[in-house]
């Protein structure tokens, strides 16, 4: 029997991007095509999936729009954007060092930011998997994967 508790499709909304950097444009295809290769995302109310999920900022809200695969809507989940601005911040930040130190510093320092930027990745994908408690079951993984799409959603060019 094929899982049906996950994400098939993922689309995200684009409008209020202008351009992004390569490295964002490389960790967002590649949070993509992992998430699409393994994740768990049971959403409360009973549905089967596989699911089309939607992923949009609307209002200083993070908004999961999750449709069938005939694109029929199952529901929505909103959540506030607040609660993740200081840790997508201090991703941001700890980012831009890694790839700063990437290019010049000791691979000692460049681990050292690396295991800093992992775990506020973690915090990032501990703190959705909360927010999303009894709306929807996701693993640590596939709440990774999704931090660092919502991560994306607040890239302003």
Same mark, same amino acid.
């Given at each position: 029997m094929p899982h049906t508790q996950r994400i098939a499709n993922i689309?995200?909304?684009?409008?209020s991007v202008v351009r992004r950097s390569p490295?964002?444009?490389h960790e967002q295809k590649v949070a993509i095509f992992d998430l699409l290769e393994e994740n768990k995302f049971a959403?409360?109310?009973g549905f089967t999936g596989?699911?089309?999920l939607h992923m949009r900022i609307e209002e200083d809200r993070l908004v999961f729009d999750i449709r069938n695969e005939e694109e029929n809507p199952l529901g929505e989940i909103a959540l506030s954007a607040r609660?993740?601005?200081r840790?997508?911040?201090d991703y941001f930040l700890v980012c831009e060092s890694y790839f700063d130190a990437i290019k010049t510093k000791a691979p000692s320092q460049i681990e050292a930011i690396d295991m800093g930027r992992r775990g506020l990745h973690n915090e990032g994908a501990? &703190?959705?998997r909360d927010r999303l408690d009894g709306k929807v079951e996701i693993d640590l993984d596939t709440a990774r994967r999704l931090f660092t799409l919502i991560?994306? &959603?607040h890239v302003r060019g």
């Open positions: 689309t995200m909304d684009e409008k490295q964002v444009e959403p409360a109310g596989p699911y089309h609660s993740f601005r840790i997508i911040k501990d &703190l959705l991560c994306v &959603l």
